[in-house]
């Protein structure tokens, strides 16, 4: 395939619900996206790095340099036979993953359009539909967690996930399950807690969770592991894990069983797959985690949810949850929370263009 041009669009949207988490409250998504153009057809993807270098280290302002300056000139108006050689075009580059899964993940889009092939298919998956749950933010107190959690059972996901933070963690767990004793329930701290809380965190290992996610730094597997033996409930890493030697010593080393794998944290699909497998070798499941991203990031995540080792419940939860309305045409509903795959070439979606520029703050062309 040939990139003949890009596109780099920032487009704003309001959520519909308060998210609240351990790193603090958001109310709006800031969408970056990246478009290349091939011949006659084009591959988009979606950036997950926010404003400010909350969740991991990279920003909006950051990639959008690098993407500019770097990225971009490398690679318009070139060939490449598939993704993982658009890839290797950006070097060696360190870091910045999530930048660079916004050129890999695009391109991977492309080369699927260009071959007439679903994504998922083209990168190995067989699923129809892929299973999910539900990741609800801090609320008020413990009635109101009951409430919403009931809420999204009702609806059918097949996991809640509940985030949690030091002084809100036992007792929303606790009002959950005893209103809901059967249902796959799980946590996570984004980073909020250290090794100095272990007998705080001990205490929700009575409540059945599957596991507890990323209750140390961002940038932790040593404790995670010291933390996991002190544990009966399996750790699963979200933030620690950039890349798949990330997950390979992360997973050797015993910092968790359960591995959340968000395609542009680690890079894009390519590596993405390799956690994957790594994971698969080492018997530990994995699930697609989400950055509440639009409907052109969700179908990426969705297609590749279609690998066999996503064995647990991912959060690609329906879009009209998120959304008055999304960046795409195609509506992405969870029915019993089953997600399904967006037929045809690609992701199967297709960016709203028309709303795209009624909303977004930036937009520029660049080619060579
Ligand atoms: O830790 O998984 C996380 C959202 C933004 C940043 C980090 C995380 C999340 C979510 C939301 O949990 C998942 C989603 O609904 O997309
Ligand atoms: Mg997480």
């Known amino acids: 395939f040939k990139v003949e041009a890009a596109e780099l669009i ?9 998210f609240e988490t351990s790193f603090g409250v958001q109310t709006e998504k800031v969408i970056p996206l990246l478009i290349l153009h091939g011949d006659g057809v084009q591959g988009v993807a979606e950036g997950t790095m926010e404003r400010a270098p909350m969740y991991r280290e990279e920003t909006i302002t950051g990639a959008l340099g690098l993407l500019r300056e770097v990225f971009l000139p490398r690679i318009l108006g070139r060939s490449f036979p598939n993704p993982e050689a658009l890839n290797d075009a950006l070097g060696s580059f360190r870091g910045n993953r999530m930048a660079r899964a916004m050129v890999e993940m695009a391109a991977w889009d492309l080369w699927a359009r ?11 998956g067989r699923k129809e539909a892929v299973e999910v749950g539900v990741s609800l933010g801090i609320q008020p107190d413990e009635a109101a967690t009951v409430e919403i959690v009931r809420r999204h059972v009702e609806e059918g996901y097949r996991r809640i996930k509940l985030k ?19 249902i796959r329930l799980t946590v996570d701290a984004n980073s909020a807690y250290t090794l100095a809380d272990a007998g705080r965190l001990r205490a929700l290992d009575d409540f059945d969770l599957t596991y507890i996610e ?12 010291e933390l996991a033996r002190r544990l009966r409930t399996p750790l699963c890493l979200d933030e620690s894990v950039a890349s798949a030697r990330d997950a390979r010593q992360g997973l050797a080393l015993g910092a968790g069983g359960v591995i959340n794998i ?22 530990a499941p994995v699930w ?14 969705i297609h590749l949810s279609t690998l066999p080792n996503f064995r647990l419940p991912g959060d690609t939860s329906s879009a009209s949850r998120y959304w008055e309305r999304d960046l795409i045409e195609e509506p992405l509903e969870a029915e019993s929370g089953l997600m399904p795959v967006p ?6 979606v297709t960016l709203d263009r028309a709303f795209v520029g009624e909303i977004a703050e ?4 660049h080619r060579v």
């Open 214 to 225: 990323q209750p140390l730094a961002w940038d932790d597997l040593l404790d995670h592991a």
């Open 343 to 348: 037929p045809g070439p690609g992701t199967g």
């Open 164 to 182: 949690i933070k030091p002084g809100w963690d036992v007792q929303p767990v606790r009002a959950v399950r005893e209103a809901f004793p059967d």
């Open 262 to 283: 968000k395609v542009a944290r680690v890079g894009g699909h390519a590596e993405a797959r390799r956690v994957h497998d790594i994971a698969e070798a080492f018997g």
């Open 288 to 301: 697609c985690g989400g950055m509440l991203e639009s409907g052109v990031g969700r179908a990426h995540n």
């Open 10 to 18: 920032v487009a704003r949207l309001p959520l519909k619900f308060r």
């Open 114 to 124: 260009t071959l007439g092939v679903p994504l998922g298919t083209l990168l190995g």
């Open 362 to 365: 930036l937009q520029e062309e």
